[in-house]
């Protein structure tokens, strides 16, 4: 390529949520593209972080970190700085899914899942931003929405993941706009129906009707999303940031 604007060398970049699932998948594929990885979740990662070393051949680290606490997040970022040298990118990922219908939900229920699904992506856009500013850099954030915030999925009741994740896409336009000025691109990826731990152990008559709805006709992959993340967070995109990038087998297309 003529143009390398896809790489990442020489970038450091935080994948939250990247001990499983479409974290780490993904934080595979941006070392590939020859960035520099920091995953941060609940448990810890190191094993991932080192495979992805081994494989690619670029430094990576791995901080247990829950998203749902700012003190947490804020040493965290501290910690990731002082280790790699700098921060550049973010990929804003970790979230949880709760399937209860709205009327048996508990207000601990509600609460936990906005807890990790917005407040969490917040809090982590939020240290990050600080970061960037505090060390006059710019930077990109890609943050992990999902289609439950265009669409109601059935026939699973999932009223307190939707919102949040609704939220989220919103949270991303606003970033977008404040941060703008800065030199932060904020993007957000809404992904459909895809295979990770968190679908996997979903009822099979469940995830035999969300195939047969996806004109696609299957679930989708994480390797599937890796590339519209190296290109928001990529040179590829200067120009695009508030943007909600729906990739979905085409369901909220019908
Ligand atoms: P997984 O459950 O496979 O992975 C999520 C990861 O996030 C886990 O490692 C989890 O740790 C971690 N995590 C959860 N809570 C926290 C927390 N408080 N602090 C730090 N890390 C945390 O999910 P997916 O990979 O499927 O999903 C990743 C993202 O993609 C989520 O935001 C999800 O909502 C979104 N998404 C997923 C879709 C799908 O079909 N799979 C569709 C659309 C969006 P632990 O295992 O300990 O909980």
Same mark, same amino acid.
């Given at each position: 390529?003529?143009? #390398?604007?896809?790489?990442?060398?020489?970038?450091?970049?935080?994948?939250?949520?990247?001990?499983?699932?479409? @974290?780490?998948?993904?934080? @595979?594929?941006?070392?590939?593209?020859?960035?520099?990885?920091?995953?941060?979740?609940?448990?810890?990662?190191?094993?991932?972080?080192?495979?992805?070393?081994?494989?690619?051949?670029?430094?990576?680290?791995?901080?247990?970190?829950?998203?749902?606490?700012?003190?947490?997040?804020?040493?965290?970022?501290?910690?990731?700085?002082?280790?790699?040298?700098?921060? #550049?990118?973010?990929?804003?990922?970790?979230?949880?899914?709760?399937?209860? #219908?709205?009327?048996?939900?508990?207000?601990?229920?509600?609460?936990?899942?906005?807890?990790?699904?917005?407040?969490?992506?917040?809090?982590?856009?939020?240290?990050?931003?600080?970061?960037?500013?505090?060390?006059?850099?710019?930077?990109?954030?890609?943050?992990?929405?999902?289609?439950?915030?265009?669409?109601?999925?059935?026939?699973?009741?999932?009223?307190?993941?939707?919102?949040?994740?609704?939220?989220?896409?919103?949270?991303?336009?606003?970033?977008?706009?404040?941060?703008?000025?800065?030199?932060?691109?904020?993007?957000?990826?809404?992904?459909?129906?895809?295979?990770?731990?968190?679908?996997?152990?979903?009822?099979?008559?469940?995830? #035999?009707?969300?195939?047969?709805?996806?004109?696609?006709?299957?679930?989708?992959?994480?390797?599937?999303?890796?590339?519209?993340?190296?290109?928001?967070?990529?040179?590829?995109?200067?120009?695009?940031?508030?943007?909600?990038?729906?990739?979905? @087998?085409?369901?909220?297309?019908?």
């Amino acid at each position: 390529m003529k143009h #390398d604007f896809f790489n990442l060398k020489n970038k450091v970049a935080i994948v939250t949520g990247g001990n499983q699932g479409i @974290g780490k998948v993904v934080a @595979g594929y941006l070392a590939d593209a020859g960035a520099d990885v920091v995953i941060f979740d609940l448990n810890d990662a190191s094993e991932v972080a080192e495979k992805i070393a081994e494989e690619y051949g670029v430094r990576t680290a791995a901080f247990v970190c829950n998203v749902t606490d700012p003190e947490d997040v804020e040493k965290n970022i501290q910690a990731a700085a002082e280790k790699m040298g700098t921060l #550049d990118l973010l990929f804003n990922n970790a979230g949880i899914c709760l399937h209860k #219908d709205a009327l048996d939900c508990t207000p601990d229920d509600w609460l936990k899942v906005v807890n990790v699904n917005l407040n969490g992506i917040f809090f982590v856009a939020q240290a990050f931003g600080r970061y960037l500013v505090a060390h006059n850099k710019t930077g990109n954030i890609v943050n992990t929405a999902s289609m439950s915030g265009t669409i109601v999925n059935i026939p699973q009741g999932q009223a307190s993941y939707n919102s949040s994740k609704a939220g989220v896409a919103h949270l991303t336009k606003s970033l977008a706009v404040e941060w703008a000025s800065k030199g932060i691109r904020v993007n957000s990826i809404s992904p459909g129906y895809i295979k990770t731990e968190m679908t996997g152990t979903v009822r099979q008559d469940w995830q #035999d009707y969300w195939v047969s709805t996806i004109p696609f006709r299957r679930m989708g992959t994480p390797e599937e999303l890796a590339g519209a993340v190296i290109y928001l967070l990529s040179d590829a995109s200067t120009y695009t940031s508030g943007l909600d990038m729906i990739i979905d @087998g085409c369901f909220t297309v019908v």
